[in-house]
């Protein structure tokens, strides 16, 4: 597996992931197809982008090594637009109105977000995950 690759190498033309989307632990969580780009904001060939900030991959512990409790300020994610889509996403309880996407396998995440007031967005980070 690599990890992330810049959005251009990730994106047919139609807007979608061109390869399989995995966990860091070699689980699938999407096929090639399944998901658009999100990108700044705009809307470029099924690609949009949105800054978002999702609580560190790390455990406590490692926070005193000077990591951020706040979290990871993340710009690309990949946009689908069925939870049945995933292969292996579960999700977090409800923190307010969003719940959090992890690996269904090996649990570490958050690997993306939902919001509940919109029930056909989920947004993977491209950071968070490898593409094969």
């Known amino acids: 597996m690599e990890p992330a690759a810049p959005p251009s190498d990730l994106v047919s033309a139609e807007g979608r992931n061109r390869k399989a989307i995995f966990a860091f ?3 699938s969580l999407a096929v090639p197809g399944s998901g658009d780009v999100v990108m700044n904001r705009k809307r470029l ?19 005193a ?26 999700f977090t309880k409800d923190v307010g109105n969003i719940k959090f996407l992890v690996c ?5 995440g958050p690997i993306g977000w939902h919001c ?14 490898s593409h094969e």
């Open 104 to 108: 269904a396998d090996c649990e570490i």
């Open 25 to 27: 632990c070699s689980v």
């Open 65 to 90: 090594d000077g990591g951020s409790p706040e979290g990871d300020l993340l710009q690309d994610h990949w946009l689908v637009e069925d939870m049945f889509t995933f292969e292996n996403v579960g």
């Open 116 to 129: 509940l007031d919109d029930k056909n967005s989920f947004y993977v980070a491209l950071e968070r995950v």
């Open 45 to 63: 060939c099924c690609v949009l982008s949105t800054q978002l900030c999702l609580p560190p991959m790390r455990k406590k512990p490692a926070l």
